[in-house]
């Protein structure tokens, strides 16, 4: 069965799978749920922790070689998710980690208003008058409008190839330059600055994107902005009104709590936003405690909480999720070539998970996308069904700085300098002056940051699984490459009489103790299989007739249904090789 393209599997479908086998089930359910919380159920908290214990291995236990050709030295970490609140305050987060958000006043829908598509006109009444066009033209205006701004977000070949191809887009944006509207060019420009150019834009429209931090993204609806917060001229697409927008304000992501009997200011204490501070508020103690050298890691996997304004598309955006991150401390002049490295190393890593090449992409950000201690920031997105053609974040690898640590010094008074002996030495033999070798063996180290949703990893496995089928009993199988599949092997005996269900519990009771199998005796051999399709078991051993006379199983392939006989003593070998692939 040929890979299919993620946007031609359905949400809605994955969702309901992930219930009814048991990957994912919503939070608190039997209440009505709580929207952006989700529970693992015993499948999804198997494929979790799957993801999880490959990347501590791949990052921790077994770095791989940099690009020196030496294996690169990561230590691991489990710091507190509750900290001193200074600490968010020094990070920054206090301050700065919020959204800006807007809301139509009638509806009361949010927006994150920079999540808005700004439409340019010079008159509202535009747009409505482009609307009939397409409309006689027997073009569905929404979904065109949303086909646009999907388009938006490919390369600029790609999106030219797609327009070529498709002749009613091609039209509806051929027969545009007789209006001021303009779509197609800014589409086509690609940058902001261009489409800038092309609009013409007033200085007043300019500055409101600037004071709003407008940028394109897919589904959201016309605006027009030098109108949009004051007196109407956007079309909400929640109730599709001719709605006003409210003036955008900054909302704090991080959920408060207190820590002790009073709930007052003092005792005000945050959940983690992000795993990545207890990194740098441990950078100290691991250097004296670890002998550890720069360049070095430490790496932490763990759950961290975002009061999401608008959770969404099942566990992509959640109010409670797992993260796996790890800082990577070298010297500011080192900063460049480490940031290339992991950049390209975290991209094979995800491949190594069998998602496919085609799915995934790097996508730089924008100067103006930056998050608050960002110098460089580059995800590695993939092709999720919700916004197919186009890709969302899976990891960002960002180039921190010295942002932190610094912060972390001033704040706390504590000094984060490094004192690189292997620099001093090797100015010491280069005969540099002392100032010169203090100035390249003391500084602050920068960081260079991967930092996954390990949640989000689980999505991107569950969707590249999904396989439909028509032409098996389970309709669907999930096609997990097996070292990640939650179950490794079903054990079944044809019948349950002589003497095949014991073969089969011995076979079973070996196994267990090094692969999650499980043992299924009841209904039909084409149910057990069914079942075991689904949950995505790659490999079936069925104990027959000729096994009690010949000694062998038969092995069923999850993906290609065929099936071979193989010696009951060679079962454990046959996983093993297959487990390492
Ligand atoms: N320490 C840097 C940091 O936290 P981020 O881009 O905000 O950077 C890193 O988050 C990764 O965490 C994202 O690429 C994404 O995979 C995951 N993530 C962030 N917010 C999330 C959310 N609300 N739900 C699920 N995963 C999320």
Redesign the pocket.
């Known amino acids: 069965m040929p890979d299919i393209d993620p946007a031609n599997k359905s949400m809605e479908e994955i969702v309901a799978l992930c219930k009814r086998r048991g990957f994912v089930y919503p939070a608190s359910e039997i209440y009505g749920g709580i929207n952006g919380f989700w529970d693992y159920g015993p499948l999804g908290t198997a494929l979790k922790n799957n993801i999880r214990d490959h990347w501590w291995k791949q990052t921790v236990e077994c770095p791989p070689i940099g690009p020196d050709g030496e294996p690169v030295s990561i230590v691991g970490l489990d710091s507190s998710i509750i900290q001193n609140p200074k600490v968010w305050e020094a990070s920054g987060h206090v301050g700065g980690f919020n959204d800006p958000m807007t809301m139509y006043k009638e509806c009361k829908k949010l927006l994150r208003a920079d999540h808005v598509w700004y439409v340019f006109y010079g008159n509202p009444d535009e747009i409505g008058k482009y609307g009939e066009d397409l409309t006689g033209q027997g073009v569905d205006v929404r979904s065109f409008f949303s086909d646009v701004f999907a388009l938006e977000q490919l390369p600029p070949d790609e999106r030219q190839r797609i327009i070529n191809e498709d002749a009613n887009l091609k039209q509806a944006l051929g027969n545009t330059e007789s209006l001021p509207f303009l779509i197609k060019k800014a589409v086509l420009a690609g940058s902001k600055e261009e489409a800038f150019e092309a609009a013409e834009f007033s200085s007043k429209q300019r500055k409101a994107i600037e004071k709003h931090g407008a940028k394109p993204l897919t589904t959201y609806p016309l605006m027009v902005p030098d109108r949009a917060w004051d007196d109407g001229g956007s079309l909400c697409p929640n109730c599709e009104s001719r709605d006003s927008l409210t003036e955008p304000r900054q909302f704090n992501l991080m959920f408060e709590s207190y820590a002790g009997a009073i709930q007052s200011a003092e005792n005000k204490v945050y959940l983690r ?4 501070q207890g990194i740098f508020l441990n950078y100290k103690n691991v250097v004296d405690t670890m002998r550890v050298k720069m360049p070095f890691g430490i790496a932490q996997v763990g759950k ?1 909480f ?1 009061n ?1 304004v608008t ?1 969404r598309n099942f ?5 409670e ?1 797992e ?1 796996m ?1 790890m800082e990577w401390f070298c010297a500011p002049d080192d900063s460049p070539k480490w940031y290339d490295f992991w950049k390209h190393e975290r991209m094979r890593w995800w491949e190594s998970l069998g998602v496919s090449k085609s799915n995934l992409r790097f996508r730089d950000h924008d100067e103006d996308e930056l ?1 608050h201690y960002s110098k460089m920031c580059v ?1 590695i997105e993939y092709k999720y069904p919700f916004t197919a053609p186009g890709y969302g ?4 690898v ?1 180039h921190r700085g010295c942002y932190d640590l610094t912060q972390h010094q001033t704040h706390s008074k504590q000094k984060m300098e490094y004192f690189d002996q292997e620099r001093q030495v090797k100015g010491q033999k280069a005969g540099l002056s002392k100032d010169e070798i203090n100035a390249q063996s003391k500084y602050i180290p920068n960081v260079i ?1 991967p ?3 390990l ?3 689980v999505l991107v496995l569950l969707t590249e699984a999904y396989t439909p089928d028509e032409s098996r009993a389970s309709k669907v199988y999930m096609k997990f490459k097996p070292k990640f599949a939650p179950i490794k092997a079903g054990v079944f005996p044809l019948v349950n009489k002589d003497g095949m269900p014991e073969v089969a519990q011995k076979l079973y009771m070996g196994l267990r103790e090094k692969f999650a199998c499980q043992l299924d005796a009841k209904q039909s051999i084409g149910k057990r299989y069914a079942r075991m399709d689904e949950a995505g078991t790659p490999y079936c051993f069925t104990i027959d007739g000729e096994t009690l006379t010949g000694g062998t199983v038969t092995v069923r392939d999850r993906d290609s249904q065929s099936q071979e006989r193989i010696n009951i003593d060679k079962v454990e070998a046959f996983l093993d090789e297959k487990m390492g692939e």
Do not use: V
């Open positions: 936003p992000e795993t990545a961290s975002r999401e959770p566990i992509f955006r959640s109010r999720f993260q991150e998050a995800d974040e899976l990891e960002g960002a940051e930092a996954s949703g949640t989000r990893g």
